[in-house]
């Protein structure tokens, strides 16, 4: 498959420094040229929201498994009473309860989310309560909860062909290697190519997720130098669909970032970011697009991009 050339170089446009680059305000759309970003060292993908999602909403399919169980509890109620338990159990048993003396496992920290959802007896008391925790996690352990999203295989598939190093990088538990195993990624993939928050016991946006990611790649090959790694990190891409916890997170930490605004309703790509060395009125037409599709796609800077489909990183790495 052929792909358009995407333009980009630094501008001789000079002008004062921005005090907040991040700022969607103080974006300034790359100048076009025939230059391409170089072949990557190491592309990382977020998992859940990036690689895929669930078929219908979470609260949805918690409320399909239930009221077949025969709980009282509707859909409504679901949805509104999820987020602050949640929140409430991430609070008080941080990292699904990897290092408290409560939790067991992984498991059991949403078996306990399951039981004060339902405000039923405990688990670990009642059948009926232990079978409900059992079907809802194993839902959402594999391919009949979630969807691959279609631009995934032949993206990750077409960057190994040519040789790059293809990661996750997740703010997740384990489960999320039985769900990309289920969902046939992990073919592409192993076990030791999968980051994880709850291993690294860091969460992504803090740099230390990702000099963690980046010196486990490291301990796998010779140690470089410190020159050596920053020329390294130059072309190592991070790419998601969380704005602050992938996109800018990566950035903050010195890696590159493509944020994947598969809607395109960010304002990088709902509004288009003129050339500052353009008057032409015309410049403010729609953001450029990949041959592959009619979706939309915008480079920011020289580590920056916006993407609304996977396969247009084909693009951006010229394979």
Not at 29 to 47: E, G, L, Q, W, Y
Not at 61 to 87: C, H, T, V
Not at 103 to 115: A, D
Request: charged fraction near 30%; aromatic fraction near 12%; include cysteine.
């Amino acid at each position: 498959m052929n792909y358009r050339i995407i333009k980009r170089s630094v501008s001789s446009y000079s002008s004062k420094l921005i005090s907040d680059p991040f700022k969607i305000d103080n974006t300034r759309k790359m100048r076009d040229t025939n230059s391409k970003f170089p072949k990557p060292n190491i592309v990382s993908f977020d998992a859940f929201g990036t690689i895929y999602v669930p078929k219908v909403p979470v609260f949805q399919q918690y409320f399909e498994i239930s009221n077949d169980m025969g709980f009282e509890k509707s859909m409504d109620s679901i949805r509104n009473d999820f987020p602050p338990i949640f929140k409430g159990m991430n609070e008080r048993f941080p990292n699904f309860g990897k290092n408290s003396k409560e939790i067991t496992s992984v498991e059991s920290w949403w078996s306990e989310l399951i039981v004060k959802l339902y405000n039923i007896e405990h688990y670990s008391q009642n059948e009926k309560s232990m079978e409900l925790c059992n079907r809802l996690l194993d839902r959402f352990s594999g391919a009949e909860g979630y969807h691959l999203f279609e631009d995934v295989i032949p993206t990750i598939s077409k960057l190994k062909d040519k040789g790059v190093n293809v990661v996750i990088s997740s703010n997740s538990d384990a489960r999320v290697i039985e769900i990309l195993e289920k969902l046939g990624v992990m073919k592409y993939l192993d076990e030791d190519d999968i980051y994880l928050s709850y291993d690294i016991d860091f969460e992504k946006p803090a740099k230390l997720f990702f000099d963690a990611v980046l010196d486990s790649h490291f301990s796998k090959t010779s140690r470089p130098t410190k020159e050596e790694k920053v020329h390294y990190l130059s072309n190592v891409w991070h790419v998601g669909d969380e704005h602050d916890a992938d996109y800018l997170g990566a950035v903050k930490a010195g890696w590159n970032g493509v944020f994947l605004d598969r809607d395109a309703i960010s304002r990088y790509l709902s509004h288009y970011i003129p050339d500052p060395e353009d008057n032409n009125p015309s410049c403010m037409g729609k953001p450029p697009t990949s041959e592959y599709s009619d979706k939309p796609m915008q480079l920011i800077a020289n580590n920056r991009a916006v993407i609304s489909d996977l396969r247009q990183l084909l693009d951006l790495y010229d394979m």
